[in-house]
T-cell receptor, first 114, second 115 residues
């Protein structure tokens, strides 16, 4: 069965620090990969997605992620975080056997301190 | 804003009761998926509707059921509510055309509390 693992459940960073959130998945076939963000009190929003092509994907708000097929990884990065990046981050893989429904990791709670 | 709207935003029900949650998909989208997000967890896939038929189902019992209407809006029904059903229920819409599909856009969710 498909699964998604996020390595860090809680991360605390100071403003301007660099961010890397780990995500690994298990699935034998072709995958589409996503990072979603949930700001406090808001709906889940798409940060970035990988369907095919360049494995380095750039998203909104300065985020990027790199798909490494050999490592089954899709880590999220940002060179310099801001207080407004405080949120819950979810990695997800879609499942073509379930109409491309999303299989989410448990999430990483990021707190950025001033 | 995503254009996906859910109602109600909050709901309190008693164990054993039934509940219906509603979702209006984003304009132009034909696929609706429902997810359950327990506190501190990632969303868990419940089921998906495409062209008014269930098109995939996660590991949820039959007392979780749904509908999709011709305008692509959708309902999630839960019978015989249990305390563990307390969660945020998320609706997501997307567009499928043949093998092409867009990413999912999520609504704000319905917070269900079962007491």
């Amino acid at each position: 069965a498909q699964s998604v693992s996020q390595h860090n459940h809680h991360v605390i960073l100071s403003e301007a620090a660099s961010l890397e959130l780990g995500c690994n998945y298990s699935y034998g076939g072709t995958v589409n990969l996503f990072w979603y963000v949930q700001y406090p009190g808001q709906h889940l929003q798409l940060l970035l997605k990988y369907f095919s092509g360049d494995p380095l994907v750039k998203g909104i708000k300065g985020f990027e992620a790199e798909f490494i097929k050999s490592k089954f990884s899709f880590n999220l990065r940002k060179p310099s975080v801001q207080w407004s990046d405080t949120a819950e981050y979810f990695c997800a893989v879609d499942d073509p056997n379930s109409g491309y429904a999303l299989n989410f990791g448990k999430g990483t709670s990021l707190l950025v301190t001033p | 804003e995503t254009g996906v709207t859910q109602s109600p935003t909050h709901l309190i029900k008693t164990r054993g009761q039934q509940v219906t949650l509603r979702c209006s998909s984003q304009s132009g989208h034909n696929t609706v998926s429902w997810y359950q997000q327990a506190l501190g967890q990632g969303p868990q896939f419940i089921f998906q509707y495409y062209r008014e038929e269930e098109n995939g189902r996660g590991n949820f019992p039959p007392r979780f059921s749904g509908l999709q209407f011709p305008n692509y809006s959708s309902e999630l029904n839960v019978n015989a509510l249990e305390l563990d059903d307390s969660a945020l229920y998320l609706c997501a819409s997307s567009l499928r055309q043949g093998l092409m599909h867009t990413e999912a856009f999520f609504g704000q969710g319905t917070r269900l509390t079962v007491v």
